[in-house]
């Protein structure tokens, strides 16, 4: 009875012996996870984003392996499963780590804004069986579609509108230079002028209101409102910069036209002083002249 009793256990020795290399031979890790969108890691993503997931394996066992299979699952709807494009089978040797590749996937529009989960699911071949591994769940974060469109449009609004104001302050200033001149023609310019910087000051308080606007939308989280106000900032900040050009322009011209005038006036003034000059001249001269002739004939 003892020697059976021994016999049995020697028995089990050797049986879990010999299944322990096989429960190591098929053991791997998956060692790093590097989540990216447009080569930028990042762990968030907007409504509508691609991204790629980069994936390194350690084969921990005792024999070589081979990885048939590589999956994302996401936890929003449909489509939400990503496969990485396998073309054959990535083997690894014992003791290795190896970047087996990218898992391209990508953020449905109507994904939820906040949290989401995914996990990573693996098929690998060891010594003829096929043997899974998966990871625990791991989280990203999703943010508003136009939350994206709003901080990429905000600095173009903001910059037009910067634009606009300095536009419509250098036009007002070069038509108070003129002051109210006399002249008929420089005067309907000048109208034509403050007419165009009416347009553009009017544009200009549109663009603010709507620029006002979008900031108060952003930061109440009415993200597709906001962009929407940012759009319209930005097109009214354009027409205003638009009239307060065509403003300076006419401007300027009647800023010419008061020039050539003035040069005209001093030309004027110039060939007056030349010819009251000239004329004691030419009465001495004429003096001289006749005082010789009288010499001459004595």
């Known amino acids: 009875m003892k020697l059976g009793f021994k016999a049995v256990c020697?028995?089990?020795?050797?049986?879990?012996?010999?299944?322990?290399?096989?429960?190591f031979a098929q053991t791997i890790d998956v060692t790093g996870v590097s989540l990216s969108a447009e080569g930028v890691h990042s762990m968030d993503y907007f409504q509508?984003?691609?991204?790629?997931?980069?994936?390194?394996?350690?084969?921990n066992g005792s024999v070589q392996v081979g990885i048939t299979l590589a999956r994302a699952y996401f936890d929003w709807a449909e489509p939400n499963v990503f496969n990485l494009s396998l073309s054959s089978v990535v083997y690894i040797d014992v003791g290795d780590e190896l970047c087996i590749g990218e898992i391209n996937f990508s953020v449905p529009m109507d994904a939820s804004v906040g949290f989401h989960s995914y996990h990573l699911y693996i098929e690998f071949e060891s010594q003829g069986e096929t043997h899974t591994w998966q990871n625990s769940e791991k989280l990203i974060w999703v943010e508003d579609y136009y939350k994206g469109l709003c901080d990429e449009f905000f600095s173009t609004a903001y910059s037009k509108l910067t634009t606009a104001r300095n536009a419509v302050a250098?036009?007002?200033?070069?038509?108070?230079?003129?002051?109210?001149?006399q002249d008929q023609e420089i005067a309907s310019l000048l109208s034509q002028a403050q007419d165009k910087l009416e347009e553009a000051q009017t544009h200009l308080n549109q663009a603010e209101n709507a620029y006002n606007n979008a900031v108060a939308s952003y930061n109440s989280g009415?993200?597709?409102?906001?962009?929407?106000?940012?759009?319209?900032c930005a097109n009214v900040a354009d027409n205003a910069s638009v009239s307060a050009a065509e403003a300076s322009s006419l401007t300027a011209q009647a800023?010419?036209?008061?020039?050539?005038?003035?040069q005209q006036?001093?030309?004027?003034?110039?060939?007056?002083?030349?010819?009251?000059?000239?004329?004691?001249?030419?009465?001495?001269?004429?003096?001289l002249i006749v005082i010789v002739l009288i010499i001459k004939r004595r």
């Open 170 to 181: 250098q036009a007002q200033s070069a038509i108070q230079s003129l002051g109210d001149p």
């Open 222 to 232: 009415a993200f597709q409102t906001a962009y929407t106000s940012f759009q319209e």
């Open 48 to 59: 509508g984003d691609e991204g790629s997931i980069e994936v390194w394996v350690k084969n």
């Open 10 to 23: 020697f028995l089990l020795f050797l049986f879990l012996a010999s299944q322990a290399p096989l429960c």
């Open 255 to 262: 800023q010419h036209k008061e020039i050539e005038q003035q």
């Open 265 to 287: 006036q001093q030309q004027q003034r110039h060939v007056q002083q030349a010819m009251l000059f000239g004329i004691p001249i030419a009465i001495v001269v004429a003096a």
